[in-house]
């Protein structure tokens, strides 16, 4: 059996979440191959997890230099992996690094990159969701191996045992990969809440919260789920809230379990990002607004009315 290249993302000792979906994802195309790349020590802190998802092997490249530079030095561990092992594909997570990876990779390989796949079908052929989410597509590269980016919450990630034997991968980036540099960085505080792009459940507002302060329903009904906070275009550029929460074409993409969306009318710039989920709730007092073509359940009534009757609804329960 073909094995397939995953690359893992790990932060702090543990797997991703769209590490394990990946995995998962992974056995549908031949023997996952768990591709760990990073400081050293960042395989052994996860290898137990990555066997209890199936990786048959780890191939464990680490150098202190990957925290030096950008994506170069990565694609060209992978493209080289995918020379040794003649991979059945190569699949990574839908984020804005791993996607710059995989299209370098796809270059040096002389394959190709499919972008964004919400499903993947046999012989590495994907479905994406194009022109705004308007047109479902399967596609498949032309020659060679696809690499592959897999939106979060697009597999639901099931255990399955593998050997996880490591193989350690001779480092060597080239000068050329090496022509940006790190200098700085900045973490950004985060709350407890999960991130967007990993989140099995969203809350999200609109430009129907009407106000910073008004955010706070918003929030309240996100904790009473353990879920993620996001915004539409019109709640960030208002300053409501971060960019960084923005769900849509021009904010980041997801696929969740389940998304609400309150106070949200539904441009085709935020149904673009969001209308993959699974199960969409929608709370808006226009009973004409787009959100409720998308929507699975829908309430026309006043958020600040239904909101908080939600929230204390599911804090019932979950007693």
């Given amino acids: 059996m073909a094995e397939v290249l995953v690359l893992i993302d790990s ?3 543990t797997l991703k979440k769209s590490a394990t979906e ?14 760990v790349i990073g400081a050293p020590g960042t395989a052994a802190a996860v290898a137990g997890q990555l066997a209890e998802y199936g990786a048959e092997k780890v191939y464990v490249a680490e150098s202190d230099e990957f925290e030096q530079y ?3 030095p990565k694609a060209e561990v992978l493209a080289q992996l995918a020379g040794q092992a003649g991979p059945a ?8 690094e791993n996607k710059e990876i995989a299209a370098r990779t796809a270059f ?14 046999e012989g590495g052929s994907v479905t994406q969701s194009i022109f705004g989410g308007a047109v479902s597509v399967s596609a498949r590269v032309a020659k060679g191996a696809p690499v592959i980016s897999l939106r979060a919450n697009s597999v ?3 255990p399955q045992q593998g050997a996880a034997e490591q193989v350690p991968v001779e480092v060597s980036i080239s000068d050329a990969a090496k022509g940006a540099k790190i200098i700085d960085r900045v973490e950004e505080a985060k709350g407890s809440r999960p991130s967007l792009q990993d989140a099995s459940v969203i809350v999200s507002g609109g430009r129907g919260v009407g106000s910073a302060d008004n955010f706070k329903v918003v929030e309240q009904v996100a904790d009473t789920l353990g879920a993620a906070v996001g915004a539409s275009r019109a709640a960030t550029d208002a300053g409501w809230v971060p960019h960084t929460m923005q769900v849509g074409q021009t904010g980041v993409t997801v696929a969740p379990q389940l998304y609400i969306a309150l106070g949200i009318s539904g441009a085709i710039q935020h149904r673009a990002g969001m209308q993959t989920s699974k199960t969409i709730v929608a709370v808006n007092k226009d009973p004409e607004a787009p959100i409720f073509e998308l929507a699975d359940f829908g309430v026309v009534g006043d958020l600040f009315q239904v909101a908080p009757q939600l929230a ?3 804090g019932k329960r979950k007693g």
């Fill in 11 to 13: 932060a702090n000792g």
């Fill in 312 to 314: 204390e609804e599911i």
């Fill in 156 to 158: 639901a990630a099931s």
């Fill in 108 to 121: 040096k390989i002389g394959s190709g990159f499919l972008a964004d796949a919400v499903e993947i079908g």
């Fill in 22 to 35: 990946l995995l998962t994802a992974a056995r549908s195309l031949g023997e996952p191959s768990a591709v």
């Fill in 70 to 72: 950008l994506v170069a």
């Fill in 89 to 96: 594909a190569i699949l990574v997570a839908s984020t804005p």
